[in-house]
């Protein structure tokens, strides 16, 4: 079976510009998170899409968005780069959106720099 | 904030047992505890998780004390392998999220 897949795995970008992430879940896995990673803050939860709604989001600004399709493949973006959203971003999927033993697969991330 | 205390590095021999402690003073009648792993430049990776009984799998143990305060990850023979970020998570189980709150974690390194 096939893991988590993310693309692209490295992306340069400038100031100001916009960027689209695209994660892949396991076949059959409904709910998909996203995280960013940073030296300074470690790992945060960004938001939780389940069946294409979201259901839960971090604490970062509207620049952030996300949104899951039917396929359950979800895409984040981020609008209006700062040097700051420099970062790993990684997306984990699971099988349902909660319930016990719910465990998580994350995918190898999308490395973003932005210059 | 995540509601762990770990320690930020150990070192363990190779083929040695890795003890990583974890500490959740305040963890809830209804919160597991899991542990994840994240090798240097890879997604983490679910290790165990228990709420009171000791676990094992074929990766790792966990030991949860009685007052369920604090736990301990064993890797019973670290190798290279192991060498990683380990983070220790309360979350409830059967909620309506899958949200993981990661701390820093304990930097392992298996030395040869």
């Known amino acids: 079976k096939a893991g988590v897949t993310q693309t692209p795995r490295y992306l340069i970008k400038t100031r100001g510009q916009q960027v689209t992430l695209s994660c892949s879940p396991i076949?059959?896995?409904?709910?998909v998170s996203w995280y960013q990673q940073t030296p300074g803050q470690g790992l945060q939860f960004l938001f939780e899409?389940?069946?294409?709604?979201?259901?839960n989001k971090g604490n970062f600004p509207g620049r952030f968005s996300g949104r899951q399709f039917s396929n359950s493949r979800s895409e984040m973006n981020v609008s209006t780069l700062e040097l700051g959203d420099s970062a790993l971003y990684l997306c984990?999927?699971?099988?349902?959106?909660?319930?016990?033993?719910?465990?998580?697969?994350f995918g190898p991330g999308t490395r973003l720099t932005v210059l | 904030d995540a509601k762990t205390t770990q320690p930020p590095s150990m070192d363990c021999a190779e083929g040695r047992a890795a003890n990583l402690p974890c500490n959740h003073s305040?963890?809830?009648?209804?919160?597991?505890v899991y542990w994840y792993r994240q090798i240097h430049s890879q997604g983490p990776q679910y290790i165990i998780h228990?709420?009171?009984n000791n676990e094992t799998n074929e990766m790792a143990s966990l030991i949860i004390t009685e007052d369920r305060k604090s736990s301990t990850l064993i890797l019973p023979h670290a190798t290279l392998r192991d060498t990683a970020v380990y983070y220790c998570?309360?979350?409830?189980?059967?909620?309506?999220?899958?949200?993981?709150?990661f701390g820093t974690g304990t930097l392992l390194a298996v030395q040869p």
């Open positions: 984990a999927s699971s099988l349902n959106s909660s319930g016990a033993y719910n465990e998580q697969f």
């Open positions: 228990g709420l009171k």
């Open positions: 899409y389940f069946s294409e709604t979201q259901r």
């Open positions: 305040t963890i809830s009648g209804n919160e597991y």
């Open positions: 998570i309360v979350r409830v189980d059967g909620g309506a999220t899958n949200k993981l709150i």
């Open positions: 076949s059959g896995h409904r709910s």
